[in-house]
């Protein structure tokens, strides 16, 4: 395991695979602080260009896009009091009301470095699970594994909003637009209408572009300009905030710990894991001191977290094929089309590639704040550009990003109706993330469920595993759907009447996944 | 976080509004179609989107009863009234996409890249001829240099036939 890792050490530093992580990083940057785009979309973006690369540094790259998000979205969060995705929408609450008392450097800073250990340590506890699951994973055959695609489709479908009836139609509604085109078990193709283009079904990229960033841009555009307006001055106090994590070193650890935990479990992922760790903090705070009014501890802990939780939400998607949110899944579909296969096999066939993801997910941490600490006086003088004159340059990028699926007028075709479709789902409160995790998830289901029928009959639903991993997504769901109440009450924080925006925020976002 | 959803969605649900309703009905409608247009298949193929569609339909059901019920009415529509827009300005901005999407295999790439850059600045953001020209340079040369990159051949365009470098670059 050792050599493996010290081989994909190199790896990760050589020149080529180097630009592309930094070239992840730099896209991953650049969404985290436009409001409203997240990784999904940033992902979505650069698969095309990942799937010209081969398989290392394909997917180095999309881990730099998943890990540095959730560090430059904190500008606007801070800045602008607006989130800049789903991960940073509770350090609005203390990182605005600093930016109001002209701390905005301070704040800025401890978010950033508080980021990047938080992604450091998500690295590092994905390494120390490999030996730990090992034995058990490699244990796992195809009904374990599909009685964890089942729990993780039921968690994300619970999990995703306030709504568990409709994640789960709607996760029923993925699996279902998963099965359009050639049969996984059978020579016939389904749903195909006569239509060649859909022989071999709808493309990932452009669904997953479809749903999520084009229902972003129309509501955005609508709202107009005022994120233009709103820029904080950003002052001074860089090494103060430097020292804020060296004085509050044990809320970093505690938080980044707490993040992978929730990365973990699938569907938990970046709606809750900020507001989750602000709850926590604020319960436990000998002191509450400022919090809520422009505190370094609030902007500390949900930062810490939302950078470690990638590194949690991995653990399932490598070790069991189970992607932890929306953008694990699309990994998890650039695994398939590289060839590879995710779950337990990786750890005995690909060792070297998870080592690979590990370096990679540290690096771009390391490189994300790099670069927000360096640049970021021009980095912030962007987030004022307004979106509409942005709008042009990333509307045309993705229809490019679409049109190369398969270069075929039924991708502009595929991605407008999905747009239509994710806007009219965010309209109705349907969480859009289980679609495309039952979509991506689809095949993998249905190869499992055939192959477990055929090779056990009805002997499958005996074996140990699956009884036990049954049970528990039966007490899991009905747990998540008893998770109603929210998990900061904005009555707490009445004095921060400047960020009253953000739990109306939180629900827009919540469907990111 | 819940706050706002008390505050402003259960006034709003006195009745389930028609827009709610039809986008419920479409939705039972796709998963109907999906199950009667698997019946046909052979038995292997058909066997994963039939249990899936019925699993799905009678979720759809028991999202339908609790909803139009009022008893799930504040999730309904959450997201609709909280924070989606809607409106002539939604309508506008979903024109201008899906206008470029139409114009793209009809005109070609850089005829339409063109028309959709210039008359969006103008006409939405209200820049000025110089914005124009600098984000129309960017985004014409970003996102040719990707599809070069990505040897993209876009669509021959009624356009096309007689001009055939709109569609290239």
Redesign the interface.
């Known amino acids: 395991m050792i050599e493996a890792a010290l081989a994909a050490f190199f790896m990760v530093l050589e020149p080529t695979h180097l630009m592309f992580l930094c070239l992840g990083v730099f896209v991953g940057l650049a969404v985290g602080f436009l409001p409203g785009l997240g990784g999904i979309v940033g992902m979505a973006l650069l698969l095309p260009v990942a799937f010209q690369l081969d398989p290392q540094t394909g997917i180095a790259m999309l881990i730099g896009v998943a890990a540095v998000i959730t560090t430059s979205d904190t500008f606007p969060s801070v800045l602008m009091g607006i989130p800049g995705s789903a991960g940073s929408q509770a350090t609005i609450i203390d990182g605005y009301a600093m930016a109001q008392k002209g701390q905005a450097a301070r704040a800025l800073s401890a978010a950033f470095i508080a980021s990047m250990f938080g992604g450091v340590i998500g690295a590092l506890a994905l390494t120390l699970s490999l030996p730990i699951a090992r034995p058990l994973v490699l244990s796992f055959a195809t009904p374990e594994l599909l009685m964890m695609s089942i729990l993780g489709l039921c968690m994300i479908g619970v999990l995703s909003g306030d709504a568990p009836l409709k994640g789960l139609l709607v996760a029923g509604l993925g699996l279902l637009v998963g099965t359009i085109g050639a049969a996984e078990v059978a020579p016939a193709y389904r749903y195909d209408m006569g239509y060649d283009y859909l022989f071999d079904g709808l493309p990932l990229v452009v669904v997953s572009l479809g749903l999520f960033a084009l229902p972003e841009f129309v509501d955005l555009l609508a709202r107009g300009g005022a994120i233009a307006k709103r820029g904080a001055a950003l002052g001074g106090g860089w090494l103060e905030g430097a020292r804020d994590i060296v004085r509050h070193w044990w809320l970093v650890l505690r938080h980044s710990l707490m993040g992978v935990g929730v990365g973990m479990v699938p569907g938990l992922g970046s709606a809750i894991v900020d507001w989750m760790n602000y709850g926590y903090l604020v319960q436990t705070a000998k002191h509450r001191g400022e919090l809520g009014r422009g505190d370094v501890r609030g902007v500390i802990a949900p930062e810490s977290a939302n950078n470690a939780k990638e590194g949690g939400a991995l653990i399932p998607t490598l070790l069991f094929g189970v992607p932890g949110s929306a953008g694990m899944a699309l990994l998890l579909s650039a695994f398939v089309v590289f060839g590879i296969q995710p779950g337990p096999r990786m750890l005995d066939t690909n060792l070297s590639l998870v080592f690979v993801i590990i370096w990679s997910l540290a690096l771009a941490n390391i490189l994300g704040t790099i670069a927000c600490l360096v640049f970021i006086r021009p980095i912030a003088r962007l987030t004022t550009i307004p979106f509409s004159t942005m709008f042009p340059v990333i509307f045309l990028l993705v229809t490019v990003g679409a049109f190369q699926a398969t270069r075929h007028v039924g991708d502009l075709i595929v991605l407008a109706a999905f747009g239509l479709l994710g806007w009219l789902m965010k309209r109705h409160g349907f969480p859009r993330a289980p679609l495309l995790i039952g979509f991506i998830l689809s095949p993998l289901v249905e190869r499992n469920l055939w192959i477990t029928t055929q090779r056990y009959g009805l002997e499958w639903l005996e074996r140990p595993g699956v009884i036990t991993i049954g049970l528990l997504t039966v007490i899991l769901v009905v747990v998540g759907s008893r998770r109603r109440k929210p998990i900061v009450r904005h009555e707490e924080f009445p004095e921060t009447t400047e960020t009253t925006e953000a739990p109306a925020e939180a629900g827009k976002e919540r469907s990111h996944g | ?5 008390d505050a402003t969605i259960f006034p709003a649900f006195a009745g389930v509004p028609w ?2 309703r039809i ?2 009905l479409a ?1 039972g409608g ?2 109907g179609l ?1 199950i009667v ?2 019946l046909d ?5 058909k ?3 039939i249990s ?2 019925v ?2 339909l009678f ?2 059901v ?2 339908v009863v ?1 909803t139009w019920r009022g008893a ?1 009415a ?7 009234t ?5 409106g002539w ?2 309508v ?3 024109g201008w ?2 206008g ?2 139409v114009l ?2 009809i005109l070609g790439f850089l005829p339409a ?1 063109v028309l ?2 210039a008359g ?2 103008k006409l ?2 209200r ?1 000025s001829w110089l ?1 124009v020209a600098v ?2 340079i ?3 040369g ?2 040719g240099g ?2 070069l ?2 040897n ?4 021959q365009g009624l356009l096309g036939d007689v001009v055939p470098w709109a569609t290239t670059f």
């Open positions: 976080m819940a706050d706002t959803r827009g709610v986008f419920d939705v796709v998963i999906a247009g698997a298949l052979p038995w292997a193929a066997l994963f989107p899936v569609g699993a799905t979720l759809w028991l999202h609790t799930r504040s999730e309904a529509a959450f997201d609709a909280s924070e989606s827009a809607e300005p939604a506008r901005m979903w996409m899906l470029y999407l793209l295999p890249s959709f850059v969006f600045l939405e953001g820049t914005t984000v129309g960017l985004a014409l970003l996102t990707l599809g990159a990505l993209v051949h876009w669509p």
